[in-house]
């Protein structure tokens, strides 16, 4: 399959349901504008893709849990204001363009990254695209199918455990008190896998949750979102140090500066190589339940692993 192709057609469906969604201006507006800045900055909406491709793995049609899959894009897109601040790790560019807090002021990238958070939960518990509650927001009509609230409270427990202290906020605050400490591969492991895997977890997750899978498929994906959660911060760490600043969109080689614990600073560059390539391997070979219908997921994976951005 043309995963390239694939990739561009979900992304373009997740963004023309942000931009639908974000359409009517919040008061007051100067804290819209910064939301919706960092939000439509750019990014490969990698996490609400997993969640579309899973769940068409799972038999369903990716159009129908938008509203759940665009919301964890809102969740990655706080974490990364929040992560820039001056009081995390001051940084000046992301995806290519000033930080938040640089063309906002840190109050207001603050509360930006806080309403982002919180928004991502209205639009999760969406039960129908038709409801009120979207149409208040300037939500187009894109499916008929309401999601029933039991699998939706699922979701709302993955992902909000996925991106508090047990997941997203406790390996970022692992990361800052890892800083200038001692390697270590299981604390290193431990931020990884809660920093990052733990919300790319989530989102392969949310596929078989709402397409109502047996234990045996939710299992399988759930292993698969964490050895590619995993592998996609190894690649993090290891473009870090190979990339340019053109490339990453943010300052290269800052993991170093910040003396961070990371992949190739415990591993080594070749190691680490080693350990991503093995995680995607891993990851692949757990999809060995589905059909074809997860081929989505197969390619994702490699893709990961080749990415240079």
């Known amino acids: 399959m043309d995963i390239k192709a694939y990739l561009k057609d979900k992304r373009e469906l997740v963004d023309s349901y942000l931009r639908s969604y974000f359409s009517v201006p919040y008061k007051p507006t100067y804290l819209h504008d910064a939301m919706t800045y960092s939000l439509f900055a750019g990014g490969k909406r990698i996490r609400p893709i997993l969640a579309l491709a899973s769940y068409e793995a799972c038999g369903g049609e990716a159009e129908h849990i938008l509203p759940q899959a665009a919301a964890l894009e809102l969740i990655h897109t706080y974490s990364l204001i929040h992560d820039d601040l001056p ?3 001051n940084d000046d560019l992301r995806r290519g363009k000033p930080t938040n807090h640089r063309v906002f002021g840190e109050a207001i990238a603050i509360l930006a990254g806080d309403a982002l958070l919180t928004e991502a939960f209205t639009m999760i518990t969406q039960m129908n695209l038709n409801t009120s509650t979207a149409s208040q927001h300037g ?6 199918r309401s999601i029933t609230p039991s699998p939706l409270l699922r979701v709302v427990h993955q992902v909000s ?3 508090g202290a047990h997941g997203m906020v406790g390996g970022q605050a ?10 270590d591969r299981e604390t290193l492991k431990f931020i990884h896998l809660h920093k990052t895997a733990a919300l790319i977890k989530a989102s392969v997750t949310i596929g078989p949750i709402l397409a109502k899978s047996k234990t045996t498929v939710l299992k399988a994906l759930m292993a698969y979102g964490e050895n590619i959660g995993l592998a996609f911060q190894v690649i993090d760490d290891i473009l870090d140090v190979e990339g340019t600043t053109e490339e990453l969109g943010k300052t290269a080689g800052s993991d170093q500066k910040k003396k961070k614990l ?3 600073g415990v591993c080594g560059m070749e190691k680490s190589r080693s350990i991503a390539e093995g995680l995607i391997a891993t990851a692949i070979d757990s999809l060995k339940v589905f ?3 997860a081929d989505p997921l197969r390619e994702i994976a490699n893709y990961l692993l080749k990415r240079r951005t």
């Open 139 to 144: 939500v187009k009509r894109f499916s008929k």
């Open 161 to 163: 455990d996925a991106a």
């Open 174 to 183: 692992q990361d800052i008190l890892s800083e200038t400490t001692e390697p």
């Open 262 to 264: 990371t992949y190739p």
């Open 87 to 89: 009081s995390m790790d």
């Open 291 to 293: 059909s074809s219908d």
